[in-house]
């Protein structure tokens, strides 16, 4: 890749990278590695929900541009699973139309990312 961008200054220019995150609703951390420190009892049970409410935030970007962020939502706002579907439906109406405001030609790489079960086809 250094060499190519050695080849090619403005190749920095032409690479986009997605990624997502998901987010507690709750304000949950993850806290794997939280140890408790307390003069009550050790075996206390701390209860909290197996799967809190998340939403799901995907975001693609370039070296000087941001498009996003996409919040995967129903129409009443909730949050809904991320699946192939939904992410295709993502990437046609919500980033297509957008990406489409910039220059790209032979050289622009999209790198696409998604946990689920996207295939390359869809991110291209």
């Known amino acids: 890749m250094l060499d190519l961008i050695g080849e090619d200054e403005d190749l920095v220019n032409n690479i986009w990278v997605s990624d997502e995150a998901h987010f507690h609703v709750s304000g949950f951390e993850n806290k794997q590695n939280f140890h408790y420190w307390s ?37 009443a706002g909730n949050a809904v699973t991320v699946n192939a579907d939904r992410y295709v439906e993502m990437l046609q109406n919500f980033f297509t139309p957008q990406f489409a405001h910039f220059p790209v030609n032979e050289n622009t790489l999209f790198q696409c990312r998604m946990e689920q079960q996207a295939t390359q086809q869809e991110c291209q």
């Open 39 to 75: 003069q009550a009892n050790p075996r206390a049970l701390h209860e909290k929900p197996l799967h809190s409410q998340k939403v799901t935030v995907w975001c693609v970007m370039s070296a000087s541009v941001i498009i996003g962020p996409y919040l995967f939502e129903n129409e």
